[in-house]
Each structure stands twice: as C-alpha cells, then as structure tokens.
C-alpha cells in the first residue's frame, strides 16, 4: 500500500517561498515581536481581514492572546437572521441568491472570523454545489461545517456522510445493497481523507457497500432504512467485518497518510503552497497526538514559528472570498452588496457553486487577466459608491470610504494621505516608489470624473482623490496576498 | 520591468502612430500569406464552439417530418411537413434555421445526428460538465478545450493571451485548463481597468503595475506579471480589434453580437484559434415552440451573419463551429406544450472547410430507452474527430482513450 501524497495535480507546487525550511523548530511556539504587521497577518489568515485600526488592538493582546481571541472569541457574536427569512431575495425566489447572500453577510459580520474561515475552508474540502443540491440543502451543510467545524474530523466526516446535501451531491441516497453506487465511498477516499493512490478498487467497492442504507426521506430529511443497507461482511484496507459508515470512516482515518494529506492541505490553506515533507510530518504529528482536533491543529499552527516567519508572510493568493470580504471589513461596512454573488464568480470562486467535486485549485488558479480585472473593478466600483442599506432600503449612513475620516486625522497633505492609505490597508508593505506614485496621482493637476478641477489636492478634490487612492492602493500586486 | 511579448510589441507599435493597424497586423503575423489548407488539421484553423444551454429538443430542430411517430406523440409542438426546410425526404430543418439552411446548401453545414454517450444523464449541471469536460464516467478537472490547450502549448511555454476566449463574463468548464490562460470577455469594453472616466487614477496604476517588483514569494511575481497584461490586455484588445470591420449585417441580438465579436478577434491581428460562445434558454418544458424557434432563428441568423463576414475576409475555410447542447429532450411531449429533459440529439459542424451532409443515423422514434431517444454517435467522436483532424492533435490524450473519427472533415 502506497502511502504518498499525489501532489501531481496540485497547481500550487512550484509556488512553495523561497528559504528553507528549520523543521525541527517549526511548529514550536513564536517567541519572537508581534507588531501589528504580525497582527494583519494573522487577521488575513485566520479569518477574512479587519477594519484599519483592528491589527494594532489585535496586536496589543500580544501573540497567544490574539490567536485565543481567534480560536475562542469573548462575548457574543453578531445577530444573524436564518435562511430563508433572512433577505427579500428569497420571497422573490431568488432562493440561492438568498443562501449566498445569507453566507456572506455571516462571513462580513461576525466576530467568530476563524470559525466562519475554517466553514469556507471546509466548503472547499467537501465541495458541494447549489447547482445540484437545493438552496435549503446547501445552507445546512454550511451551518453543519460551522457548527462541527472545529472539533474533531471524524466527527465531522461522520456527519457529512450522512447530511442531505452531500447524499444528494454523491448520490449515496441511491446507493443500496440490491444496486450499490460507489461515488460517495471513492470521493471520500480520493478527495475528503486520503488522495489517490491510497486505496484500491476493492476498497471503494467494499467501503460503498458499508455506506448502503442511507436515504432521503420525502422531506430531504437523512433516514437510515435497514433494509437497503448491506450488513454483510466487507474487507477494506485488509480488515473484514460486518461494517458500517462509521466503522468505514475509522478505518480510512486510521490510515497514517490520512494525518499527511489533511495536515498538508491545512497547511497550504494556512501558511504556504507546497509545504515541505518535514512540515507535513511535523504537522501531521500535531493532529494526530491532538485526536483529530482540528482546532487544536489549527491553533498550533497560528501560534507556531512558521506561521510567523517571513517565508509564510504574504506568500499566498488571497481567494476572491476572502479579497472582496476583507475589503469590505476594511471599508467598515455592515452591508454586503446585493451584485456581490456574481461579483465573485468573475472573480472565480463564486460561493456555493464550486466549479468540481474537487473544489476550488486555489493557489495560482486564482490569478488569470480576467479575474484580476474583476477584483480591481470590483474595487473601483465600491470606492465610487455609498454602501446600501439593509433589503434594499437606502443607507443612513454607510459610504465605503469617509475621506473626511482620514483627513481628519491626517490632515489635506497628499503625502501623509498616501502614507496613511498604505500604511492602513498594505501593512506598509510597499516600496517608496509606491508611496511617491499615490501621492504624485493626489498632487496630478489632471481633472477627476467629478470636478472636472485641475487642482492640486486640496478642499476641492479630496473626496475624489482619496476614492482614487485608495481604489489604487487595494489594487496593487502586493494586496492581492494574503 | 518585463512585460509579455504581446503587450509590449502592440503598444509600442500603438505609440508609433500613424499607419498603426498595418504595423500591428504585421506585428502578428497577420498580414502574412495564410499557409495552405492542410487535411490533417492546420496551426491556423479555428475552432468556434456555440453552447445551446438549457437542453435544445433536437426533434424540433432536425425534424424527423415524414414519421408518423413523431406527430403522433407531438400534437401540440410537431411541426406541420410543409413548413420544414427539407434535407431529404425524411428530415429538414426547423423553418426558423433558415440561415442555417442556406449555409447548408452551400454544403457548409454537417448534421451529425443521435449524438450522446451510454447511461445519459438529465441534470442540467451534470451533463453539461459530461459534455465539456468529455467525461461521462468520472468527474474531471479540465475541460477538454483546456486539457487540448494544455498539449497545445506545454507548461513554461506563453501562449498569446487571446489565442482562447470565452465571450462572457465567466470561463465555461469546456476551457478550464491546467496551465493555459483563457480570458472570459464579457464584452470588449468591459474587459479593462475601469476607473470611470478618472484618467489620472488610470494612468497611475498603470505606472504602478509597471513599476511593480518582484518580490520574495513566486506569486507576487505571478501576480504583478499578470497585473500588467490584464491592465495592458483590453488596450491591446481594443486597438488590434479595431483594425478588422465586420462585412455583415449582424442580427440586433446578444448571440449575433458575440459572433460579431468573434469575427472580429478571429480576423483582427489579436488572431484568436478558439472562441466558446453560448446562447441559453433552450430548457423548454412549456410553450415550446415560440422560445425555441426564436432561439434557432438567434442560432441559423447569427451563424449566417458570421459565415458571410468571415467569406469577406476570406476566413470562411479558416474557421469551423461546433454546436453542443448538454442533452436533447423527451419525445413525447408534456402536457404543457412542451418537453422534459431527454438524451441524444444532433449537433452542427460548420464552416467552409466542413464536408456538408447528413452523419449518423436518425434514432428511432419507437426503440426508446425510458421514453428517450438511443444515441447512435458518442459525442467524443465527434470531438475526436475536430482535434485530430481539424486542430491537427492526437485525440486520444486529450480524451483518454480512441474514438472513430467522423468524416465531416
């Protein structure tokens, strides 16, 4: 039995940062500064990014109180409305406009961003699709990535094989013991727990039959009926027994390269593309002296010195979720805007519609020509507006951007403007070129779309420029990495 | 700085001034004399593919009129035999694909009939992926547009940036590839950095991506590479564009647009070799006839249009198009002047390098499969067919195994 991991169609190898890699220290706790650089950074990992002033408080609680202030979050989180009831759309039908749009605004509110971070994880990892599975269906599985997320993976697997979304999206509702369907049992094999090359044929046809019994009732409710189930003897990985699903699912997990292959795909969502052999194993010790915790993996992660090092800083595309997410909790708004589903699918990952079983690539898939022009124009379109109110109501007071703010704080002098948007929204993560180019475009004497004024920035102009500014500063190269 | 050859020749032949479009022309080899027309597929030929999303019900389309069958179990939607454009005594074309008509008789149009694959699936979404990704048994992660691109052009290589497009805003599966870029061009204004009419925050992001470094991480390097073509691309499209004229009048819909566009990317010097476009809403379980015949008159006008266009340019034997749709319809009709989700139905190959006629065999109206028609030519021979002997490749890695070729060309 191979017990290698298939990386031969992981788009992201290649992509792995320069440096090498001090494995034997590399999970140990972080001792070093953490600064609000280091704050942002965890910020964009571990959840979806913050308003300007969020990495300085995050970084004040020091480098072990912001990852508990991630992992468990003090007080209570935002109030959400549940699908269907949540948004208008749905009483006009647009039921999975609704669900997405139920989704985002969770991601775009709440407080418990690492959770909400691992659920879009996990929506990856088990990628399930509006286009087959109906809107109701698929905001259950989401509520169910949220909601167990976090603990344990069997547990989790446990409960994915027998949610209504994944028994429509795999077809184990048609999978009985007199015609048994083995799409559910190869995929959990090959994409959910160990990768190709890792079992054989007769492990999917085996592990199939012990899947068997579990149906839809009318109601899309999971029912387990006896009677189609096969209480056979079944032999997978070279153990026989008269196996059910969960018996199945702690085989599989049992399985040492399982520890690899999750531990590698956490740590290619978390630190970097293409992480070492030795990171994986050091990783996959983690999780499996942890029991298949998954926050306890996680959180040693966030804590641990790669996470820290300047290998892993800004060494991943952002996915379009967590670009155009993060940009809107930087602006500071409540409100996601209504186009923000198909804004998304330009960009390439639209929520709840995965383009295969395999989810998204991620890595360099994310960045093509076209994708990038959606997330600047994406950007340009926001700075220009005023956020919307609530189920189309007008907004009382939501603009994207408050040019008044910044000059308020900084004053009218297009170089302590451009400093403040790249110091604010890049971490500083630019060169003085970048800083000489904004506050050259501030100063430009070339009329702007609104005043038609060719003046130098100042109380005619602010507003436009600033909109500019900051619409240029979100769009460069460097804001494009998480 | 480094930029992709293409930016940098087009703008600065574009900065040159002057007699621009011919400079750009010869930039891209266009203005070159076109290599002979090869049997065996030719680095010049051009594959356009049209999607019929929803289903199109390929009874109504190829109209099997002289069956007694099909009347039968179509009272309501079945065509009368006199109002169909005939091919033979048995079949004929729906009266709305007139245009297509004409350009069959000018032997330009393949009609490859009862195309599908075994254990037909009715989703909309499964089947179209089966369909574009030429995969009925397992589900794949590249579409065999983008699997044949990725051979085409191997890995380290940099194919022109508009050598495939999708004319829309998002990339269908069919071109999803491993390591080819396939822009999706909703339309050509669209495709740019759009900063409303703020030139002074243009320019500087241009001086910004420009300016862009490289940096510690391979993606930033990706990523500011990739800035500055997207940022440069809709420029360069629009002027390379600009130099071809369209010489048909195209019908006044979305469809006949992007064949217009299309033209327009295929003759200009931006030399596109694959164009997807799509034309949607054949899923028509009720009232039928009305939305499907105004969607056919879309598809035979437009094609029309395009056919005409590339014969003024002289491209009419340069560029072939391929019609799928992700399944045909149910016989019989339903009781609401419709039809449900089916299997099998024909597909169009056109253009001037086509050998026009009738592929196949009709399926039988009486020999169902679950009221559904048995598809008698697997839809990969019809793909087989293009990429061997139309784009000059071997079928066979691109699809994963040998399929007979059709001799449509």
């Known amino acids: 039995m191979p017990s290698k991991i298939d990386t031969s169609t992981d788009p992201q190898v290649g992509f792995r940062p320069p440096g090498a890699l001090d494995a034997a220290t590399a999970l140990l706790p972080y001792a070093g500064r953490f600064g609000p650089r280091h704050a942002a950074h965890l910020l964009r990992r571990a959840g979806f990014g913050g308003a300007a002033d969020e990495p300085a408080r995050l970084a004040s609680l020091g480098m072990n109180g912001a990852v508990d202030a991630m992992l468990h979050p003090p007080g209570l989180d935002a109030e959400f409305t549940d699908f269907p009831d949540s948004d208008v759309l749905f009483t006009q039908g647009k039921n999975r406009a609704a669900a997405q749009m139920w989704w985002l605004d969770r991601m775009l509110r709440t407080n418990r961003q690492l959770r909400e971070k691992m659920t879009l994880f996990w929506h990856g990892h088990f990628a399930t699709s509006i286009n087959k599975v109906p809107a109701a269906q698929m905001v259950a599985q989401i509520d169910l990535f949220r909601t167990l997320g976090m603990g344990r993976f069997p547990a989790l697997l446990s409960a994915v094989t027998t949610d209504p979304a994944m028994l429509i999206w795999l077809d184990n509702r048609y999978n009985a013991k007199a015609h048994p369907n083995e799409n559910y049992a190869r995929e959990v094999m090959e994409l959910f727990a160990l990768g190709l090359g890792n079992y054989t044929e007769d492990d999917i046809k085996e592990a199939a039959r012990a899947f068997t019994g579990w149906t839809l009732d009318r109601g899309l409710q999971a029912q387990f009926v006896a009677a189609r189930h096969d209480d056979g003897p079944k032999t997978v990985f070279g153990k026989t027994g008269n196996y059910n699903a969960d018996d199945v699912i702690a085989l599989i997990v049992a399985q040492p390269v399982h520890q690899r292959f999750l531990a590698r795909k956490l740590l290619e969502f978390f630190v970097y593309s293409d992480p070492e052999p030795e990171l994986i194993e050091s990783a996959a010790q983690v999780y499996a002296l942890s029991g298949f915790d998954i926050a306890k993996t996680v959180g040693t992660i966030l804590r641990s010195n790669v996470f820290y090092s300047t290998r892993a800083y800004r060494a991943l595309p952002k996915s379009p979720v967590e670009f155009a997410i993060g940009t809107l909790r930087y602006f500071g708004t409540a409100t996601v805007p209504p186009n923000l589903p198909y804004q998304l699918a330009r960009m390439g990952q639209e929520p709840l519609n995965p383009p295969s079983v395999k989810g998204w690539d991620g890595g360099p898939t994310w960045i093509n020509t076209s994708t990038l022009l959606a997330r600047f124009n994406f950007v340009n379109a926001l700075v220009a507006q005023t956020a919307p109110g609530k189920n189309g109501q007008p907004a009382v007071s939501a603009p994207y951007v408050n040019p008044d703010a910044l000059v308020g704080r900084v004053g009218m002098d297009a170089a302590k403007v451009a400093a403040a948007l790249v110091g604010e929204a890049v971490q500083d993560d630019v060169t003085s070129d970048v800083r000489a180019t904004l506050t050259g475009y501030l100063n430009s004497a070339t009329p702007t779309a609104a005043t038609q004024n060719p003046m130098p920035f100042g109380p005619e102009n602010y507003q436009d420029k600033i909109r500019g500014a900051l619409a240029l500063t979100l769009n460069l190269p460097v804001n494009q990495l998480a | 700085m480094k930029r992709s050859t293409f930016v940098s020749s087009a703008l600065s032949v574009a900065f040159l001034g002057g007699n621009a479009s011919v400079a750009l022309a010869q930039v891209a080899g266009a203005s070159a004399p076109l290599p002979s027309f090869g049997a065996n597929g030719d680095p010049d030929n051009v594959l356009v593919v049209v999607q019929m999303g929803g289903g199109n019900d390929g009874l109504n389309t190829v109209v099997p009129f002289a069956d007694d069958n099909y009347h039968r179990v179509r009272p309501g939607i079945a065509l009368a035999p006199a109002s169909v454009l005939k091919l033979n005594d048995r079949i004929g074309f729906n009266p709305a694909l007139k245009g297509l008509a004409a350009l069959y008789h000018e032997g330009s149009v393949a009609v490859v009939q009862g195309v599908g694959y075994p254990n037909p699936n009715r989703s ?93 991480s391979p993606y930033l390097t990706m990523i500011a590479q990739t800035a500055r073509d997207a940022y440069h691309g809709g420029d360069t499209l629009r002027a390379q564009t600009a130099t071809f004229t369209n010489k048909a009048a195209y019908p006044n819909n979305g469809f006949a647009q992007q064949l217009a566009l299309a033209a327009r990317l295929i003759g200009s010097s931006v030399g596109s070799k694959i164009v997807f476009v799509s034309l949607g809403s054949f899923d028509t379980h009720a009232g039928q006839r009305a939305q499907q015949d105004r969607l056919l008159g879309y598809l035979g006008d437009g094609l029309q249009a395009f056919y005409a266009d590339l014969a003024a340019h002289g491209l009419d034997r340069k560029v072939m198009t391929l019609t799928f749709s992700e399944f045909g319809r149910r016989v019989a009709q339903n009781a609401s002047n419709g039809t449900d989700h089916g299997t099998a139905m024909p597909l169009f190959v056109i253009g001037g390098g086509v050998k026009g006629g009738i592929y196949g065999e009709h399926p039988s109206l009486t020999d169902l499969d679950r009221g559904d028609l048995k598809f008698s030519t697997d839809f990969r021979s019809v793909y087989a067919t293009v990429i061997s002997r139309w784009l000059g490749r071997d079928p066979s890695a691109v699809l994963g195994g040998a399929y007979p070729a059709i001799a449509f060309v």
Do not use: C, M
């Open chain 2, 124 to 216: 909309h979404f499964e089947a179209t992926q089966i369909w574009e990704t030429a995969s009925p048994e397992r589900p794949q992660q590249y579409g065999w547009l983008g699997r044949y691109l990725d051979r085409r052009f191997p890995a380290g290589s940099k194919p022109p940036l508009f050598e495939a497009v999708s004319l829309g805003d998002t990339l269908p599966a069919a071109l999803v590839a491993s390591h080819v870029e396939v822009p999706a061009i909703g339309t050509l204004g669209a495709f740019g950095y759009n900063a409303g009419r703020n030139l002074a925050e243009k320019q500087s992001a241009g001086v910004l991506y420009d300016g862009a470094k490289a940096g510690q």
